[in-house]
């Protein structure tokens, strides 16, 4: 005879229940997001090449550093650790992005104090201030490129006729204005995302607070400082990480517009470089797997340090 | 302390006319409610008052001054809010002293008005706590707080205690009333949806009714004599009995209309005969409906506990003195 008081609890039925909901889940992510990540890091450690994928021999972490004394007694330093050029990647990389995210959580705030003040028309303002996030980054580079074009663009036409230069610069290929070009794009394709996280955070902020701050006579640039921002801070946080993992993998924009710059080269593209046009397949995995790792602490210590801030800053 | 006068004061939006033209006198001083159903334009007619909202029409003075066209903080106002409306990551001291640090007044000053204010309202001791932190009836207090360290010449409410509970709500009305009574000299807007509420903290009521002026009055005026057939029905709970068609005939009216405190059983030649089919008893009182087979049922109030049982037909005898007559138009006959 089954006892009943034997059977699983309410507690255990639940929580297999949920498992079986979450299994397709589990078994998706694995597929696409765990699995790659591990044969990546695998790969970092063998000697694969393209040509043979499958015959890569463990080489421990060569790829990233290796030491070896000559009989001569001259020591060689190899491997991504000791490369240049992938110290390069790394600093365009952290430029880019600090540079790009300042420039878009500035002006994508002040886009979204904008777009959250009542005026006629705001609902259409607000649909066509997303159409640049919503055109696909290859056609919004392909776009700019021509409009950066030192020869037929518009942009070195318009500054010229204007004054503003004397001689037309050839934005995407001069090795100094070519980080400013890609971050001109990129700021003017995820400014709208920004301003609309923003906008999602100052939504939240109850009207009537600013109605008192009205009647009490308070400065809008007091307002805005000691009310608008710390109450939309937590939104803000939210959307710099979204905005900063994005950024710090930027690929498909440099690919387009400015391929083989060495001024914007990023991890990603160096590392697909070396996976791909160079035939280093284990050498890029290298790469690839340090780009996680970087990203991984760069969020991790956003996070945290946010935490801290946000629990000693209740002033 | 202002005297405040409202001339022929308008507002729309769009073609809607939410306040049509308003004329109005509030002594310096004086506890004045704005009272009406929901819609009515009461809480309109603050907002403009305090200039968070702009007059279409009119004149708005304070003390003589047009002030039209004044900034909210340059009127010498101070505002409760429903919703308290406190800055949430500021604690109640900075709450109350955020609006005062700008006014240049010295810092022991500001430290002074604000522990002053929070002993009045017995709140001294939450000074460091934040909003979320406190009740909703604390919350409300420091709301009122921030208004008293302005030390404005009006102070405004916006329907403060309709997001309190009921017991909370009768016991910070009462504080409302102490602080008006502590406050001498300041005048005070307030306006309420509740007639109860109006009723125990008026000096004046103002009634209004889609935009308009129903009657101004104090409560006692408004209660005994309502100038139209809206503010009697509006005004006392529980609402005054109307009658309409032969009973009101025989009186010469439209509509009759009879307060529940002012009908007597009596057995001796009753004006009335119906049948009791409900009875409400709160302990000090005792509420009977009465069918006189005129529509509704005739609520009649007995003091103390008569205990009359259902179906029981008794003899009803309204109070001549007491008896309100309106014609057709909803007005006064006297």
């Given at each position: 005879m089954p006892n009943p008081d034997h059977g699983p609890s309410l507690q255990q039925q639940r929580a297999r229940s949920a498992f079986w909901f979450l299994a397709p889940m589990l078994i998706a992510l694995f597929c696409v997001a765990a699995w790659p990540l591990l044969r990546t890091i695998w790969f970092s450690f063998t000697d694969t090449t393209l040509s043979n994928l499958y015959g890569g021999k463990w080489i421990g972490f060569d790829n990233y550093l290796s030491i070896r004394t000559l009989e001569s007694g001259r020591v060689i330093y190899r491997g991504t650790l000791v490369d240049p050029a992938w110290w390069n990647a790394v600093w365009n990389t952290v430029r880019f992005s600090v540079l790009s995210v300042t420039i878009e959580t500035v002006l994508g705030l002040m886009v979204a104090l904008v777009l959250n003040a009542e005026f006629k028309g705001r609902g259409l303002v607000r649909a066509a201030i997303l159409i640049p996030w919503a055109i696909p980054t290859i056609v919004s580079a392909k776009m700019w490129a021509w409009m950066l074009n030192d020869q037929f663009g518009i942009l070195n036409d318009i500054m010229l006729r204007l004054g503003l230069i004397t001689e037309k610069i050839a934005w995407t290929a001069s090795t100094e204005t070519a980080m400013t070009a890609v971050l001109i794009v990129d700021v003017w394709k995820t400014t709208p995302f920004m301003a609309l996280l923003c906008l999602a955070g100052l939504q939240m902020i109850p009207r009537d607070i600013y109605e008192a701050a009205r009647v009490d006579g308070i400065h809008p640039v007091k307002v805005f400082f000691k009310v608008t921002l710390p109450l939309v801070r937590p939104a803000l946080m939210v959307a710099v990480i979204f905005r900063m993992l994005d950024a710090l993998r930027i690929f498909d924009l440099i690919y387009v517009l400015t391929p083989n710059s060495a001024a914007t080269k990023t991890m990603s593209i160096i590392s697909r470089e070396n996976l791909?046009?160079?035939?280093?397949f284990a050498y890029g995995s290298a790469q690839s797997t340090l780009l996680f790792a970087i990203i991984a602490i760069f969020v991790s210590l956003y996070i945290w340090l946010g935490k801290v801030d946000l629990s000693g800053g209740g002033k | 302390m202002a005297q405040i006068q409202l001339k022929n004061l308008t507002k729309a939006y769009g073609a809607v006319q939410v306040i049509k033209g308003i004329d109005l006198e509030i002594r310096k001083g004086e506890f004045m409610v704005f009272v009406g159903?929901?819609?009515?334009g009461k809480s309109t007619l603050l907002r403009l008052i305090s200039g968070l909202e702009e007059i279409t029409g009119g004149d708005l003075t304070f003390d003589g001054e047009r002030v039209n066209n004044l900034i909210p903080s340059k009127r010498g106002i101070a505002m409760v809010f429903q919703s308290y409306a406190?800055?949430?990551?500021?604690?109640v001291y900075d709450n109350m002293a955020f609006g005062m640090k700008l006014a240049k007044s010295g810092a022991d000053d500001i430290r002074r008005r604000v522990t002053d204010a929070a002993k009045l309202l017995q709140i001294d001791h939450l000074l460091d706590r934040l909003p979320k932190e406190l009740s909703g009836g604390q919350r409300q207090r420091v709301a009122i707080g921030r208004a008293i360290v302005r030390d404005p010449r009006v102070f405004l409410f916006d329907e403060p205690l309709s997001n309190l509970d009921a017991a909370l709500r009768v016991a910070t009305r009462l504080e409302i009333a102490k602080l008006h009574h502590s406050m001498s000299g300041v005048t005070m807007i307030y306006v309420t949806h509740d007639q109860v509420e109006a009723m125990t903290l008026a000096d004046r009521i103002c009634v209004l009714r889609d935009g308009r002026v129903e009657q101004v009055g104090t409560p006692a005026e408004l209660y005994e004599?309502?100038?139209s057939l809206f503010v009697a029905g509006f005004i006392g709970s529980p609402k005054m009995n109307f009658l309409t068609g032969a009973p009101a005939a025989a009186h010469g009216c439209t509509t009759l209309g009879i307060r529940s405190e002012h009908i007597t059983i009596t057995d001796a030649g009753p004006l009335w005969q119906g049948t009791v089919v409900h009875a409400e008893d709160l302990g000090s009182d005792n509420f009977l409906f009465v069918d006189i087979g005129a529509g509704e049922p005739l609520i009649v109030r007995q003091p103390g506990k008569l205990a009359i049982p259902y179906g029981t037909r008794v003899g009803l005898t309204p109070q001549p003195q007491h008896l309100h007559r309106f014609d057709a138009a909803g007005l006064p006959i006297r």
């Open positions: 791909i046009d160079f035939d280093k | 159903p929901s819609g009515c406190l800055y949430p990551h500021m604690k004599a309502p100038n």
